[in-house]
């Protein structure tokens, strides 16, 4: 019903910063909770952020606390992440997803294709 398209990755140094960005197109996200994971290789896929459908909450993983931001813009319906201080733990694939009661229940029905995100020391 919602498809996402994530961009924005690349490749960066430690402590430098990058913006991700996830276009939803077929229908608002004004109702979806959105957040990001990540997955490096060889690990599980891990939470990273997300946000209410308003923007109102948003909930962090903790060793992203304070470097990271999730942001949105119903208008133009897409959601994003900053990432400053880049650490190389930070390299992975980053997905954004949606659902309707994901901030809540942690079910998320939508998710992207991916962007990457490399971080060298």
């Known amino acids: 019903q919602v498809q996402l398209v994530e961009s924005g990755g690349g490749l960066v140094q430690a402590g430098d910063s990058l913006r991700l960005s996830c276009y939803a197109s077929?229908?608002?996200?004004?109702?979806?909770?959105m957040g990001w994971f990540r997955q490096a290789p060889g690990k599980e896929r891990e939470f990273v952020a997300a946000?209410?459908?308003?923007?109102?909450?948003?909930n962090y993983l903790d060793s992203v606390k304070g470097r990271f931001t999730i942001s949105r813009d119903n208008a133009k319906n897409t959601v994003y992440l900053q990432m400053n201080s880049l650490k190389p733990e930070g390299t992975a694939v980053y997905y954004c997803?949606?659902?309707?009661?994901?901030?809540?229940?942690?079910?998320?029905?939508?998710w992207g294709q991916g962007t990457q995100v490399t971080v060298s020391s």
């Open positions: 997803a949606g659902g309707r009661w994901a901030f809540i229940s942690d079910k998320y029905d939508n």
């Open positions: 077929g229908r608002s996200i004004r109702s979806y909770a």
């Open positions: 946000i209410t459908g308003s923007g109102s909450s948003t």
